[in-house]
Nanobody, 126 residues
Framework: EKQLVESGGGLVQAGGSLRLSCAAS????????IGWFRQAPGKEREGVSC????????YYADSVKGRFTISTDNAKNTVYLQINSLKLEDTAIYYC???????????????????YGQGTQVTVSS
């Protein structure tokens, strides 16, 4: 069974930093693009970052460029999202996801991924 389990969310002041983690089981990253999505209350789910380790294909949404960094530790089968300079509008549930055999163009074009985790809440306070 393929699973994704996020952790690392919490309450942070604006301007602060967080590192989200997503541990994958039941598959390895070799044939997958791994992404982070977020969904704020009353808003649609937004793809914020994606990475495919086999070729380094990477995507960041314009809203997070320069502040978010995605990385993977293939030995631990874990993907990370480093979030710096947090803004109030970053408040959302953050989900990691995986898509088999596709590039990060899947996120760029708003297409669904194959597997999603349960999410971790990030709340930014003023």
């Amino acid at each position: 069974e393929k699973q994704l389990v996020e952790s690392g969310g919490g309450l942070v002041q604006a301007g602060g930093s967080l590192r989200l983690s997503c541990a994958a089981s039941g598959f390895t990253f070799d044939d997958y693009a791994i992404g982070w999505f977020r969904q704020a209350p009353g808003k649609e789910r937004e793809g914020v970052s994606c990475f495919r380790s086999i070729d380094g294909n990477t995507y960041y949404a314009d809203s997070v460029k320069g502040r978010f960094t995605i990385s993977t530790d293939n030995a631990k089968n874990t993907v990370y999202l480093q979030i710096n300079s947090l803004k109030l509008e970053d408040t959302a549930i953050y989900y990691c996801a995986a898509t088999y055999g596709n590039s990060c163009a899947t996120m760029r074009y708003g297409l669904p991924f194959d597997y999603y985790g349960q999410g971790t809440q990030v709340t930014v306070s003023s």
